[in-house]
């Protein structure tokens, strides 16, 4: 990524992986886009990073469930910046209830945060993208997205799974052309999101979860999971065991 295209708009950024990320990107020289809900987290995000790295940050208020306000505040950043360089479709949720149990809004919310959100966060940076002749796309999948899981987490992964197809369709569509397009599969990284969670299998802190997840898309491959190891042999995994077996680990 040359200097003129090191802009980086990352959605969910206030708090967890989006704010661990914004803060690698930083480190590394990069001006930030950064958009949330919480606008208050974002202005203390702001003002750690000018101060620490005296890179530019930009931030905006957003709410990825307003689909018209995803393509309005994407179009004012690239005003500010006059190009993005990389686009991080990053909010998401990790509710999620048994199927069949009476808790059909919390898993719709999941659905349409995670995936119709996430469409619209898409076709805005495509959008930009093709405008301006390039771009780097990234994608924030999961682990789980790699085979159907029960209990809480179905319709959790069928989100993930959906937004990771999503990408793919979208590098199937720009192939051989000057947009990238990268789709990440963190596994256990531990955040405040989840902080009250128990120990987690190969679970990794926030701050190196982080960085482990900028390294990769730095590399801009197609899909990448994260850490490398020892997730991407338990995704090979996952997708060859019995269906059993992988309820059984969940």
């Known amino acids: 990524m040359t200097n003129q295209s090191k ?19 930083a480190a590394r020289g990069y001006n930030l886009a950064l958009c949330a809900r919480r606008t208050e987290r974002l202005q203390e995000l702001k003002g750690e990073l000018c101060g620490a790295f005296g890179v530019r940050v930009e931030v905006s208020a957003l709410d ?6 995803v393509f309005a505040t994407f179009g004012e950043f690239v005003q500010m910046f006059g190009r993005l360089g990389r686009i991080i479709v990053n909010a998401g949720i990790g509710e999620g209830r048994r199927i069949g149990t009476g808790h059909f809004a919390t898993n719709l919310r999941t659905a349409e945060t995670n995936f119709v959100a996430a469409l619209a966060q898409c076709e805005a940076a495509v959008e930009i993208f093709r405008s301006q002749n390039g771009g780097h796309l990234v994608v924030i999948s999961s682990m789980s997205a790699k ?3 029960p209990r809480h987490l179905t319709a959790y992964a069928a989100s993930r799974a959906a937004v990771a197809h999503l990408a793919e369709g979208i590098r199937a569509e720009l192939l051989n052309s000057p947009i990238k397009v990268s789709t990440l599969f963190p596994g256990y990284i531990r955040t405040e999101l989840n902080a009250a969670a128990k120990k987690l299998p190969f679970e990794v802190p926030e701050d ?8 990769a898309i730095e590399r801009e491959p197609d899909e990448a999971c994260v850490p490398g190891w020892p997730w991407a042999f338990v995704g090979v995994l996952m997708q060859a065991l019995p269906l059993g077996w992988v309820a059984r680990f969940n």
């Not at 990825?64 to 306000?69: A, G, Q, R, T």
């Open 147 to 149: 085979r159907g899981l």
């Open 208 to 215: 190196l979860g982080c960085q482990y997840m900028v390294r």
């Open 7 to 25: 802009t980086v708009l990352i959605t969910g950024a206030s708090s967890g992986l989006g704010a661990g990320m914004a803060r690698e990107f």
């Open 64 to 69: 990825v469930n307003d689909h018209e306000k």
